[in-house]
């Protein structure tokens, strides 16, 4: 993963422009369905890395969609580092 995301935002954003076409979905289908921005959905289909998550997943879960998540690597090692005795995995 790159430290600002970006190449990560712009696959995303790829993946869902071209499942929204497989569907043969206009943009303005996933506007009125879920209620987000037009301008949003053209940020977030560009590949915005400043989008906002839970519209994202939203959409994404519309196009059948679901991203998976994981924590790996030095970030992981540093969360772990800071949790309390209690919750650690």
């Given at each position: 993963?790159?430290?600002?995301?970006?190449?990560?935002?712009?696959?995303?954003?790829?993946?869902?422009?071209?499942?929204?076409?497989?569907?043969?979905?206009?943009?303005?289908?996933?506007?009125?369905?879920?209620?987000?921005?037009?301008?949003?959905?053209?940020?977030?289909?560009?590949?915005?890395?400043?989008?906002r998550i839970g519209p994202a997943l939203m959409i994404a879960g519309l196009l059948g969609i679901y991203p998976?998540?994981?924590?790996?690597?030095?970030?992981?090692?540093?969360?772990?580092?800071?949790?309390?005795?209690?919750?650690?995995?």
């Open positions: 993963m790159s430290v600002t995301g970006a190449a990560e935002a712009q696959a995303f954003g790829r993946m869902i422009r071209e499942r929204r076409r497989e569907l043969g979905l206009r943009q303005e289908d996933i506007v009125l369905s879920t209620g987000v921005g037009r301008r949003y959905l053209i940020e977030l289909e560009a590949g915005k890395p400043t989008a998976t998540i994981s924590a790996q690597g030095p970030a992981r090692t540093q969360a772990a580092e800071a949790l309390p005795p209690s919750l650690e995995p």
